[in-house]
């Protein structure tokens, strides 16, 4: 398929290397990672996460890039487009679908962030109270802040989308080696402290027995998918803007690296700052580590950075690189709505507004509720597996041979047949085994709740919403949009 160079494109290599870095290096690996880590087994959770990034995130990565870059479309009409069938355009809305579902609670989280960064400007971690970090919590979930730093969120979200691709460009420049700085100087503080050496032995140790738990395994994959944005369409939507001799392979990897070694960075940051903090408030850091993604990051670091010399300035720090993070991302994941409503010939300043309003209206309830919010995190996080599994049918439906040499055009680095072997065998069978695993392992420890869709953490709540949106996307896509997406296609020559 030879792509037409037409339409908005990255200005230099290192700006997509910022934004694409910048589009993965998320809350997912500062909020999400540590709190993986510390519930399955610190070091023991990083070989199933290693296994997943070689096995699953890399070879996806190269997969969209593939689809991205020989299309210039986002994942609708890039899906039938490349495929050169109109049938597997809903595919490509389901995966859009998916990042669609994570935006909405993701922009909230993200508010948190920056209301922390601001509590902290107001000197929130200067000095230590008792109880400080849940109080503080309670007051700010319990009411309007929520919803207002939600919208601020989208006003900023929109400011960036509304221009494209060099806005994009110039924001992650500038926020991606920030947030590393501010990320580094904090880990520095933490490791020089007393007791520091607890929280290393808990994040490098290997409990093995914890590999025995399917759910390990889920939250494994799940998390490198979550972490990397392998699966959710982000890496096709910004290679969309490469030109069609565009590396894609190289990219692909430094991604892969770049965000794992960033997570590692939030692992240290948040393990070892409770680890040497906990203790001198008559806490026991494992328990900390077990008070989930809220817990974690938004009461107990709240509570802790007083007791951490120059705290006042180090936790700020924290919350800052933590927006910093998650505003890239957030801009990263509105790209890929963005650009799909734009393919179908709307403006993109006019695309940019209907996002940023559905998003803002539709984030609602998770701003409201935070069981909502937890609900949403879980179907969708683990929704990222099928996404996985629907790009990987992509590239054996098309031929993983050319495919392959697609991907080695205009590369540093060429990719072999081991790639052919991952993308189209290895990835979609290990997710299924792994996705089976934890459906039994669900049914044997609630053999009576499993099933209930209106339990937060079910398998029934996952299977239900799955269904429902399945369904829903295939309606919309074969009895609204496909008109549309056939006038396209005529127009693209397919």
């Known amino acids: 398929m030879e792509k037409v160079e037409t339409g908005e494109h990255w200005g230099t290599r290192l700006g997509f290397i910022f934004a694409i870095i910048g589009a993965m290096v998320g809350s997912g690996n500062i909020w999400r990672f ?113 919803v207002l730093f939600t919208i601020l969120v989208w006003i900023f979200t929109w400011y960036v989308m509304a221009v494209g691709v060099k806005r994009i460009e110039k924001v992650a420049s500038f926020m991606v080696p ?107 850091p494992f328990k900390v580590y077990a008070e989930g993604n809220v817990g974690l990051t938004f009461i107990w670091l709240t509570e802790l950075f007083p007791k951490v010399p120059a705290g006042f300035a180090i936790g700020t720090l924290f919350y800052l690189a933590l927006f910093f993070a998650a505003f890239t991302s957030q801009i990263a994941i509105t790209d890929v709505f963005v650009k799909n409503v734009a393919d179908f010939g709307v403006p993109r300043k006019k695309a940019a507004t209907y996002v940023a309003i559905i998003g803002l209206v539709a984030g609602l309830p998770a701003a409201l509720s935070i069981n909502w919010l937890n609900n949403q995190d879980w179907a969708w996080g683990v929704a990222l597996l099928v996404s996985a599994i629907v790009i990987s049918f992509i590239m054996v439906k098309t031929g993983l041979e050319k495919n392959r040499e697609t991907a080695n055009r205009g590369s540093d680095i060429k990719i072999g047949k081991w790639w052919d072997i991952m993308i189209g065998y290895v990835s979609p069978i290990s997710i299924i085994i792994v996705m089976l695993w934890w459906l039994k ?7 009576e709740t499993w099933w209930n869709p209106l339990e937060i953490y079910s398998a029934g709540t996952v299977i239900v919403q799955w269904i429902i949106a399945a369904v829903a996307i295939w309606i919309i896509v074969n009895k609204v949009l496909m008109p549309k997406i056939e006038a396209k296609l005529t127009e693209e020559g397919v």
């Open 441 to 447: 392992q669900s049914i044997d420890w609630y053999p």
């Open 34 to 146: 540590p709190r993986m880590m510390a519930m399955y087994g610190g070091g023991a959770f990083l070989i199933p996460y290693s296994i997943a990034l070689f096995t699953v995130a890399i070879p996806l990565l190269i997969a969209e890039g593939i689809i991205g870059r020989e299309t210039g479309k986002s994942t609708i009409l890039g899906f039938a487009k490349y495929t050169g069938n109109k049938k597997y355009a809903w595919l490509g809305a389901w995966v859009a679908w998916v990042n669609i579902a994570i935006m909405f609670y993701y922009a909230v989280v993200n508010g948190w962030a920056l209301a922390y960064f601001l509590k902290g400007l107001t000197g929130l971690y200067a000095s230590y109270a008792p109880g400080k970090g849940l109080e503080t919590w309670n007051a700010f979930i319990s009411g309007w802040q929520p």
């Open 178 to 284: 920030s947030l590393i700085l501010f990320l580094v100087i904090v880990i520095i503080r933490a490791i020089t402290m007393p007791g520091a050496d607890v929280g290393l032995t808990y994040m490098f140790k290997f409990d093995t027995t914890k590999l025995s738990n399917a759910e390990a395994w889920l939250q494994a994959y799940s998390q490198v998918l979550w972490s990397t944005g392998a699966g959710w369409g982000i890496y096709l939507t910004y290679s969309s803007y490469l030109k069609k001799n565009d590396d894609i392979n190289l990219n692909s990897h430094i991604t892969g690296f770049g965000d794992t070694s960033a997570a590692l960075l939030g692992g240290l940051a948040v393990i070892t700052t409770v680890a040497v903090t906990a203790p001198l408030i008559g806490l026991d």
